[in-house]
């Protein structure tokens, strides 16, 4: 049996949490008026309609006297870690997925800590005790059923869909709870007469093939209560990214290359504290008209140097011909390998050369910025007070 294990409303639970004051209002975390957009909602303003991805300037139409607060990623992620911490107790296949949940293998778990509810009660009591915030639990066979699942009875729920329940949930399951079905695939398939999980069965594989893609043998597979996908610890992380939606649409290079070098050093400080590196490096590029493109490059010689990361990814940038202004930028790195393993540097290449003569550089700005915080210490280039 599988867990996914979801946190209610976590960024805007953490500010409540965090200022009792709080409690019972309508709490909005998010970005700016003019751009961003809603990352979490407490339930008081969700009530109203405020929900997540939400333009921050229709939340405010929604709930004009909400209580509007920018994220503090530094403070979600201390209490995600011990979270986290709290489910590895559990089993060691846990495998977590964004800063607010997470999938649990409890197979092995069973003889020890006794029935799938009975684990999934003590969990969301150990969490409750222990950081005083509230989860919902799914529990499934199969990790897209128990996603579904945790979802049924929030906030603070527990739903669980026993294996000879699965065909029967299946067939009444309503396609847009699907994963990975979004507008324009509900779109296709509200054409097609599909209304639920269940009724894909009825259709060719070919035709679901012809209609979604590759997605179409996915969806089929999954009306048939199949998903091989595993749970995979945490530790196997497979990429690292960062982006940002800038705060007006631009095309000026200089200013884009200034958030690449920014994005450099946070995916480079991610990728020394998960003791790894990263062989290749995504650009990331959304339009004025939200098309977005991406473009990659695959080094010879895995790094988690911030030098590295920025050189790579300007250089990305510049091979990009910009034909209208740029709404969101970032990079992001992937087919990594841990640092501890012994790597073969090539002594003319200059990037194995850039590697070592870098790495004490983002040591020594990786420490002190643990003890006083990112702002601390900077390079000149980001410092816009350079020319006072």
Known sequence: MILHIDMDAFY???????????????????GSAKRGVVSAASYEARKLGVHSAMPIYQ??????????????????????????????KYSPLVEQI????????????????????????????????????????GIASTKFLAKIASDMDKPDGLYMIPPGDTESFIKTLPIQKVPGVGKKTLKKLDRMGIRTLGQ????????????????????????????????I???????????????SNTGDRHLLNEYLLMQSEDVGRQLRRLNTKAKTI?????????????????????????????????????????????????IGVSNLSAEAKPVQMDLFDDLSKKEGDWEKVDRAMDEVVKKFGK??????????????
């Open 12 to 30: 805007a639970s953490v500010e409540q949490l965090d200022h009792p004051d709080l409690k019972g209002k309508c709490v909005i975390v998010g």
């Open 59 to 88: 939340a405010k139409e929604k709930c004009p006297d909400g209580i509007f607060l920018t994220p503090r990623m530094a403070r979600y992620s201390e209490v995600s870690k011990q979270i986290m911490s709290h489910l590895e």
């Open 98 to 137: 964004s800063i607010d949940e997470a999938y649990m293998d409890i197979g092995g778990s069973g003889r020890l800590l006794g029935e799938p509810i009975d684990i999934a009660m003590d969990i969301k009591k150990t969490i409750k005790e222990s950081v005083h915030l509230t989860c919902s639990v």
């Open 200 to 231: 894909v069965k009825d259709f060719p594989e070919k035709m679901l093939n012809k209609q979604l893609g590759k997605f179409g043998r996915r969806l089929a597979a999954l009306s048939a209560g199949i998903d091989q996908s595993p749970v």
């Open 233 to 247: 610890p945490s530790a196997a992380r497979s990429s690292v990214s960062s982006e940002t939606t800038l705060p």
């Open 282 to 330: 995504t650009l990331k590029l959304k339009h004025s008209d939200f098309k977005q493109f991406t473009r990659s490059t695959t080094l010879a010689t895995p790094t988690h140097t911030t030098e590295i990361l920025y050189s790579e990814s300007r250089k990305l940038l510049e091979a990009y011909r910009i034909t209208s202004n740029i709404r969101l930028i970032g």
């Open 375 to 388: 702002d601390a210490v900077k390079r000149a280039i980001l410092d816009k007070k350079r020319g006072k």
